[in-house]
């Protein structure tokens, strides 16, 4: 099956800082989405980004999927951006597969 | 528009005991799918319900089973529960089982003591 590789696994960061979190996938993938989870575990939607690059606010990503990775660019990070990050793919089985995920921490 | 609910929200049950988890899918979905998450990992995907019928499973035990209803919520049910069930169980839905955008409930902390 199809293999999800996040990285960093851990990311401490200053308030005011950039980062960029990388997703690697093993195969063709349909579908690939990023999701910030919350303190209390929801997963929070921020791109569903099969190819190509989007931008919301200060969050950014970009799809290469002929070369099978995806970036997700966080800008002038805050606080409130810390938690879990994780990257899911899907191929034509419909199934998400995640990665590991990245923990960040956003210190004031 | 109503987004996904789950509840409970936290559940305590004691090893061999059965349990059910309820799922309310987003308003216009038809496709609901169960994950399983152990605390530090990704979430693992269990199955998957299109229009009432399981659409897809993933690595799991039969006692793992599940049900979708005309109005396309879903039940996850577990039986004889194991110590390793303790997990914060999400559910998913979507427009369809195709490539479309999968929304998260807030998810059921399941404990089994």
């Known amino acids: 099956g199809i293999q999800v590789e996040q990285s960093p696994p851990d990311l401490i960061l200053q308030e005011g800082a950039n980062s960029t979190l990388r997703c690697n996938f093993s195969d063709s993938v349909n579908n690939l989405q990023w999701f910030h989870q919350n303190p209390w575990g929801q997963l929070i939607n921020l791109f569903y980004i099969p190819s190509g690059t989007k931008q919301n606010g200060r969050l950014s990503a970009t799809t290469v999927a002929t070369e099978r990775y995806s970036l997700l660019y966080i800008s002038s990070s805050q606080t409130t951006d810390s938690g879990v990050y994780f990257c899911a793919v899907t191929s034509n089985t419909g199934k998400l597969i995640f990665g590991q995920g990245t923990t960040l921490q956003v210190k004031p | 528009e109503t987004g996904v609910t789950q509840s409970p929200t936290h559940l305590i049950k004691t090893r061999g005991q059965q349990v059910t988890l309820r799922c309310s899918s987003q308003?216009?979905?038809?496709?609901v799918s169960w994950y399983q998450q152990a605390l530090g990992q990704g979430p693992q995907f269990i199955f998957q319900?299109?229009?009432?019928?399981?659409?897809g499973r993933g690595n799991f035990p039969p006692r793992f089973s599940g049900l979708q209803f005309p109005n396309y919520s879903s039940e996850l049910n577990v039986n004889a529960l194991e110590l390793d069930d303790s997990a914060l169980y999400l559910c998913a839905s979507s427009f369809s089982t195709g490539n479309t955008e999968a929304f998260f409930g807030q998810g059921t902390r399941l404990t089994v003591v």
């Open positions: 319900y299109y229009r009432e019928e399981e659409n």
């Open positions: 308003s216009g979905h038809n496709t």
